[in-house]
């Protein structure tokens, strides 16, 4: 059985639309709907970003050499793309070169700058490289960075624009939402206006970094973005994935079936799939031979090969992706991993240490408890991986519960995606010390609801009411989850579809509930079930033009 707790009042026939709303804490819904202009804070609120915009100036007009790092994620992509293009923009002959990591490394960590470089810009990282920025500072090497990641303090030999080190009133934009911040003031000192055309890489960056969308500033930027695809990149990718998305540009699409292209080629993409992807986010016109199967060679726009090129890597990333779990399953099942308060594992051999993230999120959704994988160990005896939270569960902030362990070398990134660093001898602790630490939290799901509702007085309208809000829904602006109670079991109302059997169908009062990824076993229990109670979530199934109101399942109990 699953916890639930009742946010509001439960409004769902009255006005259901408020009661989302208000249990959110958002009290003017328009505005949050269709946020103007005026949500966004000027840019002079975010500290040395004047200092910035005269450092890059000045290289410009001197005809510096400037060298921009391109961190290794999607808002990384972003965020270098866009400052890249606006600099091209200001000054076609400025002399702005980028560099592609090959590796999951941040910042400049690693990569060894030229000579002949004047200024280096690290958008979506560096805040923190405070040794980095002395020794370049030491070479005479100027350093801007436009960071949104948590900061131990501000940097001595770097100017660093980044809100989390001053009072800035919105700490929710990411590397492209504060690269854009510095395009809007260049814009002003300039006397132009070519930030705004910027917006849908801004949109992309900050959706795909899973930022928090509730700030009104955020969500000004990401809505005025979706409104208008500029990136012919972007408008290829939504092109191939025009089935699943059904040709809407939202939030969620967005989300599930762009990003994770994108995604794909950094971690499993050669160098020059990745070179060839920047590329193709600034706008790079070039045409290369490609042959179709079944077809003759033809010339293609690289944009659109990489679009391509993406579709295959998801699917090559996938099928590493689920070996790897596979894997991890019978290493948890085996060594009966499940008995802990999290989920750790190390001593697996994964080939594609840059996946690790991507399975970590797995095991923490089908275990239901937050994961920590480690892939690789040093000379040292460190060993690396990345850790994730479980956002269904009591525990919170759990980059703060690792660094509070006091066993780990680094935790580093977003409070629930992060990478760590532990050496081998502090390994053996780990779950005796988790367990210890986390012993008061309850690990089972446990579920924030909005409505409670018997199923003989659920009406398919609060479905269609809520619908309405599809292109909305976001990290801080989550979909609503229903509790409907008491759903009658009889053999006439119950179906296990789709060829590998793992679908069910439960259909009564003019809803169908429907569950993914299940088994026969599964249906077989519910189906010799009186009722079944479920939480889940409303969507509106459109085929052949004709709506379909459906709860899809996440969780249930039976009686």
């Known amino acids: 059985m699953f916890k639930y707790n009742l946010i509001g009042d439960n409004d769902y026939i009255f006005d259901p639309i408020g009661t989302i709303f208000a249990n959110r804490g958002i009290d003017d819904y328009k505005m949050f709907l269709n946020p103007k202009e005026s949500v966004v804070n000027h840019f ?3 500290k040395n970003i004047n200092k910035a915009v005269q450092c890059l100036l000045k290289h ?33 002959k400025a002399s702005v070169k980028w560099i592609i990591r090959n590796d999951k490394k941040h ?19 560096g805040s923190n490289d405070f040794e980095i920025h002395k020794r370049l500072f030491d070479r005479g090497i100027d350093v801007i960075v436009l960071d949104h990641h948590e900061a131990e303090m501000e940097s001595e030999h770097a100017i660093v624009v980044n809100p989390q080190i001053d009072n800035y009133p919105n700490k929710t934009l990411s590397g492209a939402g504060i690269v854009i911040k510095f395009c809007e003031a260049l814009d002003e000192h300039l006397g132009v206006e070519y930030s ?41 990718l939504l092109e191939k994935q025009k089935f699943s998305t059904k040709g809407i540009v939202n939030i969620k699409n967005i989300s ?4 994770p292209l994108i995604n794909s080629v950094i971690r499993i993409g050669d160098l020059q799939e990745k070179k060839d992807m920047f590329k193709s986010f600034i706008g790079t016109k070039e045409l290369i031979r490609y042959k179709p199967r079944g077809s003759s060679e033809i010339s293609v726009l690289l944009f659109d090969d990489m679009a391509r090129r993406c579709v295959n890597a998801r699917g090559k990333q996938n099928r590493i992706r689920d070996k790897i779990v596979q894997c991890i399953d019978d290493h948890i099942n085996k060594n009966n991993l499940i008995k802990n308060k999290i989920i750790f594992v190390y001593n697996i051999e994964i ?42 569960g009591e525990i919170v902030n759990f980059k703060d519960i690792v660094i509070k362990s006091n066993l780990f070398e680094m935790a580093a990134g977003h409070q629930e995606a992060f990478g760590v660093k532990i050496h081998k001898d502090n390994v053996s602790k780990v779950n005796k010390v988790f367990n210890k630490l986390l012993v008061d939290y309850d690990i089972s799901n446990s579920y924030n609801v909005d409505f409670e509702i018997k199923a003989n007085a659920f009406k398919d309208d609060l479905i269609y009411i809520i619908s309405e809000l599809n292109d909305e829904w976001g990290k801080g602006f989550e ?18 579809k789709g060829q590998k059997e793992n679908v069910i169908l439960i259909k009564y009062n003019n809803i169908t509930y429907i569950m993914f990824k299940t088994d026969r076993d599964t249906f077989d229990k519910i189906n010799n079930s009186n009722t079944i109670s479920i939480v889940g979530r409303a969507n509106l199934n459109i085929y052949n033009e004709v709506k379909n109101p459906q709860i899809i399942i996440d969780s249930f109990y039976l009686k």
């Not at 840059?354 to 994961?371: C, E, F, H, Q, S």
């Open 351 to 392: 080939e594609e240490e840059n996946v690790t993230g991507l399975v970590a999120n797995i095991i923490a959704d089908k275990y239901k408890r937050p994961t920590i994988i480690l892939n690789k160990i040093d000379k040292d005896g460190v060993w690396k991986g990345s850790a994730r939270g479980y956002d269904k």
């Open 107 to 125: 910042g400049a960590e690693g990569i060894d700058i030229p000579e002949s470089v004047n200024l280096l810009i690290l958008p979506d990282s």
């Open 479 to 496: 979909e609503p989850y229903i509790l409907v109670k008491d759903i009658p079991i009889k053999l006439s109302n119950i179906e296990l």
């Open 44 to 46: 002079s609120l975010l």
């Open 196 to 236: 705004t055309y910027f917006h849908d890489l801004v949109a992309l960056g900050i959706i795909a970094d899973s930022m928090v969308l509730s700030d009104l500033e955020t969500r000004y930027y990401v809505k005025n973005g979706l409104s208008e695809i500029n990136n012919d990149f972007l408008n290829a």
């Open 60 to 92: 410009i007009n001197l005809n510096s050499d400037i060298l921009i790092i391109t961190d290794p994620d999607v808002d990384g992509y972003c965020s270098a793309s866009i400052i890249y293009q606006y600099i091209q923009l200001i000054n076609t």
């Open 256 to 259: 599930y079936y762009i990003a």
